[in-house]
């Protein structure tokens, strides 16, 4: 459906909020395991959990990303969000999955007392950056793609260890907690609010904000939805 383009303000902007729940139904899927190797087990243990799927209590989703399909059309949010971090921890990355503005700079964090590196693709096979990280501790600063997408990160000492970056061409976007919560603050009008996973069809809902109020928008998928981890859409 076309965007709902909220009026661009003549006077000080008005805001209100937007928040809610973001729920899988049903029973998920197990997560599969990945054997580790011997050099690595005594930090990552000898099993690698798959987390491209993290469903918490009552179906609660963790890490979908929420957004305003009309995001550049408005003006700058009052508070810039905090710069995305892409940490790498007893062998994953974490989060396995965020949401970053294109065009601006991921910090990339070794945690782990182990050689690293993050290869980090755009569409099938572009190369965005390939970056070795060999020490505990050490932070790096990579550019991310200006157009608009999806970058899926990959370690290849690792082969486990994958991570799903979403980027757009505006500010206005957030990732569900580990209860499946988000909160935008947005400015009033009407918004197109997008919901968009890795594994599930992404889908939006149309809200109308008004000044100093909260809008309350649950997303719910079905298990039925669920698309294999790392599967083309």
Request: aromatic share 4%; proline share 11%.
């Amino acid at each position: 459906p076309p965007a709902a383009v909220a009026p661009r303000p003549t006077g000080p902007v008005k805001w209100g909020e937007i928040e809610g729940r973001v729920l899988l139904t049903g029973t998920p899927p197990q997560a599969s395991s990945a054997p580790t190797t011997a050099t690595v087990a005594s930090v990552c243990g000898d099993q690698a959990q798959d987390r491209s799927l993290v469903v918490g209590g009552e179906g609660a989703l963790a890490h979908a990303v929420v957004s305003l399909q009309d995001g550049a059309a408005l003006p700058e949010p009052e508070t810039p969000a905090p710069p995305p971090v892409l940490d790498q921890k007893q062998c994953h990355y974490e989060p396995p999955a965020l949401a970053a503005k294109a065009g601006g700079e991921l910090l990339l964090r070794n945690s782990d007392p182990l050689v690293h590196n993050v290869r980090a693709q755009a569409g099938t096979n572009r190369s965005v950056f390939n970056v070795a990280m060999p020490l505990e501790g050490m932070t790096l600063r990579r550019p991310l793609p200006a157009e608009p997408g999806t970058v899926q990160v990959r370690c290849d000492v690792h082969p486990w260890m994958r991570a799903v970056v979403r980027t757009f061409n505006h500010p206005y976007f957030t990732t569900t907690a580990p209860d499946g919560r988000f909160r935008l603050r947005v400015p009033e009008g009407a918004h197109t609010l997008v919901f968009w996973h890795d594994r599930l069809p992404e889908t939006s809902r149309t809200v109308t904000v008004r000044a100093g109020e909260t809008v309350h928008v649950d997303q719910t998928w079905g298990v039925e939805a669920l698309r294999q981890a790392g599967s083309e859409k």
